[in-house]
T-cell receptor, first 114, second 111 residues
């Protein structure tokens, strides 16, 4: 158990819908990262927050947005869902920023768009 | 796009044997990390090697890094059935911990 929690574990929804994925980092970790894992794209970095501020952006679609709240939990919002958005979405956390800080991954949320 | 490419894509060995997988990457890096993923679950950090290091050990794991060839290898010695997993290399291109993962090597260890 990494100490990172993600809810829900599974999400099944229809095209065009909007969903929110939630992540609680390990106690004391200030950085939160979101990754998407799909069969065709592999593991892709989406976005990073550090202590409430956006720090780095990757291949995140405009339909997707994220935020980190004062209690440091984070939410990833996916809207106007398409079939291709079906994937495993992972959240990771680390104590600081920069990749020398080990990232601890949550169990993921499996999103299925029908 | 993926920075790292692992080779082989899949590897099947028997318990007790060693498993070696390689990772090649395209641009200069700050460090390279290896992660393990068990069947669609979360990733587990295995080891980090900095760009100025050539070799690192952690238990049964040995990682090498050759920055001139832009490649790294992960060796698992005396493999066990519990080592069955996908292994990913991830690189950091001098950014804020924005890791770029390879496609992974799927390792199956049979008793």
């Amino acid at each position: 158990d990494s100490g990172v929690t993600q809810t829900p574990k599974h999400l099944i929804t229809a095209t065009g819908q909007r969903v929110t994925l939630r992540c609680s980092p390990r106690s004391g970790d200030l950085s939160v990262y979101w990754y998407q894992q799909s069969l065709d794209q592999g593991l892709q970095f989406l976005i990073q927050y550090y202590n409430g501020e956006e720090r780095a952006k990757g291949n995140i679609l405009e339909r997707f947005s994220a935020q980190q709240f004062p209690d440091l939990h984070s939410e990833l919002n996916l809207s106007s869902l398409e079939l291709g958005d079906s994937a495993l979405y992972f959240c990771a956390s680390s104590a600081g920023t920069g990749s020398y800080n080990e990232q601890f991954f949550g169990p993921g949320t499996r999103l299925t768009v029908l | 796009s993926q920075q790292g490419e692992e080779d082989p894509q899949a590897l099947s060995i028997q318990e007790g044997e060693n498993a070696t997988m390689n990772c090649s990457y395209k641009t200069s890096i700050n460090n390279l990390q290896w992660y393990r993923q068990n069947s669609g679950r979360g990733l587990v950090h295995l080891i980090l090697i900095r760009s100025n290091e050539r070799e690192k050990h952690s238990g049964r794991l040995r990682v090498t890094l050759d920055t001139s060839k832009k490649s790294s290898s992960l060796l698992i010695t005396a493999s066990r059935a519990a080592d069955t997993a996908s292994y990913f290399c991830a690189t950091d291109q001098r950014s804020w911990g924005k890791l770029q993962f390879g496609a992974g090597t799927q390792v199956v260890v049979t008793p």
